[in-house]
């Protein structure tokens, strides 16, 4: 009995005892937590597009737990004072929570990461998007100068498989190149060869003071990482010695100390057509054989390109006619065996071929997105020899396979369509 009456104590007072603990531990002793920071913006030094960093300083007192949340969908950390870097612009509710022996409070702050388009440069680089550059169409887009830029050793234009090269920067730091064809190798004894894989990546150092500079990221497997022609630029780094809303021109240091300098512009509409009709270099074009009725229609203007003649079969000798349009505004005319001159009726007769030069204007009125000039010269035409007096042809359409020209400016009476297609 006497045993039984120690147990039953024994546990009435163990219950008690944790009962009175368990009640003392949820009463907090201590003044409550107060979470209070500041912040201040800097931008890390040589990287664009901004990757902004923050450092917050912790003004909280009576806390010894602390959880940031930096509004920008990064984790959380629980340093004193973190400093935090943002990779794009916007605007951030920063919160603080801070624990103390008498509960938690919190305190947010509003952040503003300032955009990298705030940097002039890289606006003009980027067109705070997505920016295409092209060679300049400059005597001198690429010259060759001392280490201290006193001499020129070479000076020269882009290359027939340069000329259509596009490289592209992006606001987020993405770099691309387009070769459209082939890369115009150093390497390969300065030659035109298979397209080269470049690098992916850019960022601009824009220290105060200095020059900015472009760096590019590493090349991809089996390329070279490269702006303007494949020379090894120490570092991959190019200053950006000029940049205008069209126009930018950069310069690199060569492995052997001498400078190697590129004049780019932003590609035209009248520029792109050219591409395509030129393919960057050369590319001829034929009559299509398979265009129904025919590929040769003729009216009085653009309002009636059909009201004479709506299109028949080619004469046999026209179907080999070839015409190759050269990037550096030239034209040869291939007739084969026989060219077909027009009359009444019209014949074939002795070849007429030709080579000249062209030049490629915007269209001044009426319909077209560019234009050809020949030389006012019977000897010259496209498509027919009957050709209006002014010798101009409009390109109605293009792309990289077909090809509408419209011979006649639409005033002198008479305008020829001409329905191509690639020839190679």
């Not at 990779?87 to 509960?103: H, M």
């Not at 084969?336 to 074939?348: L, M």
Request: include cysteine; glycine fraction near 10%.
């Amino acid at each position: 009995m006497k045993k039984n009456i120690l147990i039953t104590l024994s546990a009435v007072l163990t219950t008690f005892f944790w009962t009175a603990c368990k009640e003392s531990d949820n009463i907090l002793e201590g003044t409550p937590s107060e979470a209070s920071f500041t912040a201040a913006i800097t931008a890390v030094p040589d990287t664009l597009p901004f990757q902004q960093k923050v450092t917050f300083t912790n003004n909280s007192k009576d806390a010894f737990i602390y959880k940031w949340d930096f509004g920008d969908g990064s984790n959380p950390s629980a340093e004193a004072n973190p400093v935090h870097i943002y990779k794009s612009s916007n605007t951030f509710t920063v919160k603080l929570t801070s624990v103390g022996k008498a509960g938690s409070s919190e305190s947010t702050r509003v952040i503003t990461v300032q955009d990298a388009c705030s940097n002039e440069t890289f606006r003009k680089l980027t067109s705070c998007g997505v920016q295409n550059w092209t060679w300049s169409s400059s005597a001198d887009a690429i010259r060759v100068l001392s280490a201290d830029a006193s001499q020129v050793f070479f000076a020269g234009p882009a290359a027939g498989c340069q000329v259509d090269d596009r490289f592209t920067f992006q606001s987020d730091g993405t770099f691309r190149y387009d070769a459209r064809g082939e890369t115009f190798s150093v390497q390969a004894g300065y030659s035109c060869q298979p397209a080269i894989a470049n690098a992916n990546s850019f960022k601009m150092v824009a220290r105060a003071g200095s020059v900015p500079k472009i760096i590019l990221g590493p090349a991809a497997t089996g390329g070279r990482a490269f702006l303007g022609t494949t020379d090894q630029v120490v570092g991959n780094a190019y200053e950006i010695r000029s940049i205008t809303d069209e126009t930018m021109v950069l310069r690199g240091t060569l492995t052997d100390g001498n400078l190697i300098e590129f004049k780019f512009q932003l590609p035209s509409d009248l520029d792109n057509v050219k591409l395509v009709l030129t393919g960057g270099s050369t590319r001829s074009w034929k009559l299509d054989v398979n265009k129904i009725p025919g590929p040769i229609t003729v009216g009085p203007n653009d309002g009636d390109p059909t009201g004479y003649f709506g299109g028949g079969p080619l004469a046999p000798c026209q179907i080999d006619d070839v015409y190759t349009f050269g990037q550096n505004n030239t034209i040869v005319y291939n007739a084969g065996a026989e060219t077909f001159v027009a009359g009444n009726p019209g014949s074939c007769q002795a070849p007429r071929n030709y080579s000249t030069t062209y030049t490629f204007t915007n269209v001044p009125g009426g319909a077209g997105i560019a234009q050809i000039n020949l030389p006012i010269n019977a000897q010259y035409f496209i498509g027919i020899t009957d050709r209006p007096n002014e010798n101009v042809y409009r390109i109605i359409e293009i792309n990289d396979n077909r090809m509408v020209l419209r011979a006649g400016n639409g005033n002198s009476g008479v305008v020829f369509d001409l329905f191509f297609v690639r020839a190679n």
